[in-house]
Each structure stands twice: as C-alpha cells, then as structure tokens.
C-alpha cells in the first residue's frame, strides 16, 4: 500500500472554507506552476456574490423557484468578462448557433423503466433502479442567482461545514423511501441511467446510457446540481455548496478524512480497504508502491488528459451520441476514460464485493456519498477545460451541434417536483449559481521531460519489433510492442488512433499507451513517451455485454518532446493494467489532424 502524510490547511468557519482561500499552504512536494498561470486563473476569482448571470432564455425566471424574489444586483455576462480577460481564454467555450440536425436523446419515459441488469453475470439486478411516476412534468428554467455558491475543497473544509454536510446526508437518509429526494433514490438515478433500466424513448429497446459519450458531463452536472439543492433544502440552507475531492492535487491525493469515519452518514463500508487515508490515489493503476512516483504519475496524467492529448472538442467531451445510436458504439472522452474511471475503480472494494461496490460499479456507485465528492471534481474539469486551460491547444471547445445541445433529462428538484432539463442550459456553470474554490493546479506545467537521448528505441529492438499489419486485430491480454507507420517523416501534426477497441463492459479494463519508450518501465508515467489511456469501469447495457469503440490520442506535442529526425515509423507499447483477457484492438494508425480553426470561427 502507498501512502504519504498530506496535511491540509483547514479554514476556521464553514462561512471561510465556501469563500475564501487561505494564503499560505504547505510546501509542495512538487514545483507549482508559473506564476503567470495563477495570475491568469485568479482573474476569474470574481465570486459573482448578489449577481444575477443573465444569459438566461426569454420568459419565467423562477417558475419552479419557491421565491418570486427580483434579482437587485448589477446584471453581469461572462462572455464579456472572459473577453475582457483577453488573452488564454477566450469566450469561445458558450454554444453557438446551432446546427440544422435535430435528432438529440429524448428525455426517458418513466413509466416504461424497466429491471436494471446485474454487470457480472447478466442478470436482472434484485433491486428497483426505477423513479417513482408523476404525471406532471415541468420544463425547468434555471432561477436568477442571488448569491453564488461556491463548492469547497473536501481536504480544506472546516469542522462546521462537516457537521453540516454529515447533517444534511442523515436527512436525506431519513426522508420515506418513496421520496424522489430519499438518498436511495438519489443513487438509483445512476443505476436507472447507467445500467439498461431506460430505452431510449421511440426507439424500441434501443438502451440509453450516459457514459462514454458527449453526455456524460452535462448529465452528471445535472445530476449533482440538484443533488446539491435537495441537501440545501433539507438544512434549509440554499447556499449549501457539494465539495469536491480535488484528487489532482497532491494535497488532495488520500480520500478526505470526513469520508472515514463509520459513526458519520458519509462512510460507506463497501470501499477498498487497502485504500483508506493515508493511502495515495493511483491515477494509473500501476500498483506502485513508490509514493513520490505514483503522485509523479498522477500529476503527468492530468496534464495528459486535460491539455496534452486533445486536439478537438470530442477528444474531452466524448464521441457524439444522438437519438437511435447505439451506446456501446461510442467512446468516452480523456477525462471520463481517465482520471474519472481510476477513482471509481480506485475506492470500489473488488476485493470482497461480487461486482466492485461501491464505487467500482455503475449501478452501485451513487450509494457512496464519495460518489458526488469525486464527481464534484470532475465537473471542475470540465469547467477548468472550457474556461481556463491554454486555447491553443483546442482553440474552440465548443459542441455546437443540436443533437447535444437538446438532449433532454429527466430529474426530481429540491420540491419533489419531476422536471425536463437540457444539455444547453448547463453549458455555464456561474448561471447555475456555483463555483468553485481556487485550488493550485500543479498539473497544469507539468509536462514530461525531454528525452534525453535520441528516440530510436536502440535501432535493433526498434526494427526488431513488428508491424502493427502483422498484429492486429489483437487480443491484449499482455504487453504488446509493434511499429506504426507516420504520415511524414519527422514531426507532424497527427494523432494515433485505436481502432475497434471491442470490450467486455462487465469488467474493470484499462490499458495505457506509450511511444519510443527506452527504459521500459511501465510504472513510470512521467516521461515523453506516456501518450494515454484506455480504461472503463463495469456497465451493463440492456441487450449485450460487449461494447466497440475507438479513441484519438494526440501526438503533436509528445513528438515536440523527443527526437523524431526524419522517422517515418513510431514504435508503440501497449500496458494493459487489468489481468486476464476482455480487450480486443481491430487495428491501430496515425493520421494527419485537420487544420485548426482560429478560435469563435
């Protein structure tokens, strides 16, 4: 087990911990980024208190808003502001005008949820994923923000916020089992989505699923924001704030202390045990018991998924998904397959739990409060990626298809009130009435050394590893080394590209990808040669147990890092880091990315 003593600063008041950062930290066991970039991120600090964002649709403000309260505070746009910032980030990440297709995910027909199906073996789970009916549906407006909420770091949170929190989840514990608003109701909502409950409305028994696809981040965002004003309602606090885990950190790396103790509401007994404080998050899964080394790798992982291997829009968010698709068919983005799915499967307890639960299992994992703890973090991601990160790696990170923009949820508000939502109106998280505490991204410099010798891999072992032609389609099922032809010699803008990654979905399967390694060392992730990662936690689809999909890894920048003269090959090493067999690769090339387009264009 790896561990290291990470200690925290803890603020004074539960007031203080939701609105202030404290000046001073720790030393970090790692370099912080320059200064530029926290001069950069801190301009955005604005807290937006008794502002009302107001990009809001013509019509009702507050329909489903107990209050008929009219907002008094200056009207701010954050398009202007980001403008006004200049620089790295551009207002480029708000939906533009749409396309002409019309063919979204419809909302789920409620009465028409059927048995949610067990991931291991394929049969019907022994429990009811499915909602209870209502008959009236209310199209939700987002109501004007009075006050912005903003999200704490679950390492920094004071012992009043805790009580608070713990308050809350008892509540909603205790609420009749019937109530849409119960907490077995709340964690049901990822079984029902997740797990085959629901048929994509008009379209048969075609299954509905919300990962690994441009849904998953609005949907989850959706998920928790209600999550959050169920809890703040219960504490009759509107101001409550979820926390997030910031696992990205390395004073976030353990699992936060108020998560781990069995008199509170928020243990869960069924998380790995081996991986209780002080254990160190594995972001790789590599097994390492090298704690400097594990918290290197995770830090190289973040800034792979978030900056260095995207080159468009669906390489974060995830492949389109729209009405009549087929969800084993599609891919997750870097996030989701990465960071995302090692936590899941990092606290999940495949030890002693049939299928990896909590955590380690879709149907199961809303029933961790640690479950809205890490996907708190997550959506911070996706807002850092749309907001903050360098544009010049993807200029325009906007999704400005219809399909995604008007797929329709189905969820139960504060009032126990079912309402229609759309993928549109949480494309900003501030006009949702939160953010985020500012924590140091450490990650976001912290790119791989240059190799420090020609990357020729030894010319011997280079040619003596075979063509990809003669492997594939290929069952990984061990360490597997092969040559990939280029496009041009020398450096080029491409991207590597696994094709037909065909899966088993009711395992835990991950494998990482690496280029020109020389050392051959697969522990070691903080390196040029690490390119990506390939990982999906166990999901059972209504109808089969298998998905196929592909995925997009950028090698624009790993190629700036090492010495690729005038190859016209790369040599490519496959690392599963599950055991046994579940993967399938139909094959594997490098293409040419397109040109990229100037930002807002």
């Known amino acids: 087990m790896t561990s290291l003593y990470l200690s925290c600063a803890t603020t004074t008041t539960a007031a203080a911990a939701i609105s202030a950062t404290p000046s001073s930290h720790p030393r970090s066991l790692f370099p912080k980024p320059s200064h530029s970039h926290f001069i950069t991120h801190a301009k955005r600090t604005h807290r937006l208190h008794h502002v009302s964002c107001s990009s809001t649709p013509t019509g009702p403000q507050n329909q489903n808003d107990e209050t008929t309260k009219k907002p008094t505070a200056k009207v701010v746009d954050r398009r202007n502001m980001l403008v006004g910032m200049g620089g790295l980030y551009g207002a480029t990440t708000l939906a533009s005008t749409p396309s002409a297709a019309a063919n979204p995910i419809q909302a789920p027909e409620l009465n028409k949820c059927g048995t949610a199906t067990n991931l291991n073996n394929g049969e019907k789970l022994d429990i009811n994923c499915c909602p209870p009916i209502s008959d009236r549906i209310i199209d939700y407006k987002l109501p004007p923000v009075f006050q912005m909420k903003i999200r704490p770091s679950a390492h920094r949170v004071s012992p009043e916020y805790m009580f608070k929190f713990n308050t809350a989840i008892d509540r909603m514990k205790r609420l009749p089992k019937d109530d849409p608003r119960n907490f077995m109701q709340q964690a049901n909502i990822h079984c029902a989505y997740c797990n085959g409950a629901y048929d994509q409305p008009g379209q048969g028994t075609l299954d509905l699923q919300i990962h690994n696809s441009w849904l998953f981040f609005p949907f989850h965002r959706w998920y928790l924001y209600f999550y959050e004003r169920i809890l703040g309602k219960l504490i009759g606090d509107p101001t409550f704030a979820l926390p997030f885990w910031n696992w990205d950190n390395p004073k976030g790396m353990t699992m936060p202390p108020m998560f781990v103790d069995p008199k509170s509401s928020l243990y869960d007994k069924k998380r790995n045990q081996e991986h209780l404080p002080p254990a160190v998050v594995d972001l790789g899964l590599t097994n390492s018991t090298d704690t400097l080394q594990v918290v290197a790798n995770n830090l190289t992982i973040m800034y792979s998924e978030m900056i260095r291997g995207n080159s468009d829009a669906n390489d974060f968010m995830g492949q389109a998904y729209r009405e009549g698709d087929e969800s084993s068919a599609k891919a997750a983005g870097s996030s989701e397959r990465g960071s995302h799915t090692s936590i899941h499967a990092w606290v999940g307890d495949f030890k002693d739990q049939p299928s990896g639960e909590d955590m380690g299992n879709f149907y199961s994992a809303g029933r961790d409060p640690l479950f809205y703890c890490h996907h708190a973090n997550v959506d911070r991601m996706w807002t850092l990626w749309q907001y903050f990160l360098p544009s010049n790696k993807v200029p325009d990170k906007r999704i400005t298809d219809t399909d995604f923009l008007n797929t329709a949820f189905l969820f139960y508000d504060e009032n126990a009130q079912l309402v229609r939502v759309t993928v549109k109106d949480c494309l900003d998280n501030l006009r949702m009435g939160y953010d985020f505490e500012r924590i140091d991204l450490p990650w976001l410099d912290y790119r791989p050394p240059r190799q ?138 490098i293409v040419e990315n397109p040109p990229t387009p100037a930002a807002g264009s």
């Not at 030894?458 to 590893?465: G, H, K, P, Y």
């Not at 990654?501 to 051959?520: G, R």
């Not at 990506?532 to 999901?539: E, K, L, N, R, S």
């Open 452 to 589: 420090s010798a020609k990357a020729k891999i030894n010319r011997a072992s280079s040619t003596a590893a075979p063509k990809a032609a003669t492997l594939f389609p290929l069952t990984l099922d061990g360490v597997v080394r092969f040559q990939v032809d280029k496009t041009k010699k020398g450096k080029a803008d491409e991207s590597l590209v696994l094709e037909d990654i065909k899966v088993d979905t009711t395992k835990l399967l991950k494998f990482d990808v690496f280029v020109n390694d020389e050392d051959d060392n697969p522990g070691e992730l903080d390196k040029a040669a690490y390119l990506g990662t390939y990982a999906q936690v166990p999901h059972k689809s209504a109808n089969n147990n298998s998905s196929t999909s592909s995925i997009k890894l950028k090698l624009t920048e790993l190629y700036d890092d090492m010495d690729i003269d005038d190859d016209d090959t790369i040599v490519v090493t496959l690392v599963p880091r599950h055991q046994g067999p579940g993967v399938t690769i139909g094959g594997i090339k």
